[in-house]
């Protein structure tokens, strides 16, 4: 039972360009949600966050919006630039009051083309 | 200050065989977690602990355990290695127990059976 949905594999901008990359959510218990960036052969850098108490939160060129009806959730980058080609997770935590636990998504892989 | 430092990076072992490896936290982060990355099941996860307490678990056999010591160090092992637990294990760090935060990822040990 997949629980977090990225259901693009990959895709494919242009460097300056906007990229959106996409995540659904089965659980209406998850509260928390967090974004990834990962290269091959090392572990998942943290981008971004967003509580489900808010419905966009930004951070430099990386915008996260959720809207919890929909159970989605996207990241927007702009400018896309080329060294933001990696493979994006989408992760969320269902836990309050503490707790640890993440559920991810299975990637994205975003190529920033020039 | 220094990231989450997993060893060894990589390690060969037959089935049958025990592993251990080990994870060292970003210093005053009390939680650990430890996540398996496979390319058929994505990012999984295995258990966290906190202040030398599991207090999460994943859907794993008993074959996959950890533990945490007192300084934050955790070690997880897997008994009875089979073929299928070839993977990428990765552990992430937090700093704080009450409430959602990012995890900090380590670069992760390549687990390769044979």
């Known amino acids: 039972d997949q629980q977090v949905k990225q259901n693009s594999p990959s895709l494919s901008v242009q460097e300056g360009r906007i990229s959106i990359l996409n995540c659904d959510y089965t659980?209406?218990?998850?509260?928390?949600f967090l974004w990834y960036k990962k290269y091959p052969a090392e572990g998942p850098t943290f981008l971004i966050s967003?509580?489900?108490?808010?419905d966009k939160n930004e951070d430099g060129r990386f915008t996260v919006f959720l809207n919890k009806s929909a159970k989605h959730l996207s990241l927007h980058i702009v400018p896309s630039q080329p060294g933001d080609s990696a493979v994006y997770f989408c992760?969320?935590?269902?836990?309050?009051?503490?707790?640890?636990?993440?559920?991810f998504g299975t990637g994205t892989q975003l190529k920033v083309e020039l | 200050k220094a990231g989450v430092t997993q060893t060894p990076r990589y390690l060969i072992k037959t089935r049958g065989q025990q592993v251990t490896l080990s994870c060292s936290p970003i210093?005053?982060?009390?939680?650990v977690s430890w996540y398996q990355q496979t390319p058929g099941q994505g990012l999984q996860f295995l258990f966290e602990?906190?202040?030398?307490?599991?207090?999460n678990k994943g859907n794993f056999p008993g074959r996959f355990s950890g533990r945490q010591f007192s300084n934050s160090r955790s070690e997880m092992n897997v008994s009875t290695l089979e073929l299928g637990d070839s993977a990428l294990y990765l552990c992430?760090?937090?700093?704080?127990?009450?409430?959602?935060?990012?995890?900090?990822f380590g670069q992760g040990t390549r687990l390769t059976v044979v």
């Open positions: 967003i509580s489900s108490i808010k």
């Open positions: 992760a969320a935590s269902a836990i309050p009051g503490g707790g640890n636990k993440l559920t």
């Open positions: 210093s005053g982060h009390r939680s």
């Open positions: 659980n209406s218990m998850f509260d928390y």
């Open positions: 992430a760090s937090s700093s704080y127990a009450g409430m959602n935060t990012e995890a900090f």
């Open positions: 602990y906190f202040s030398e307490t599991q207090r």
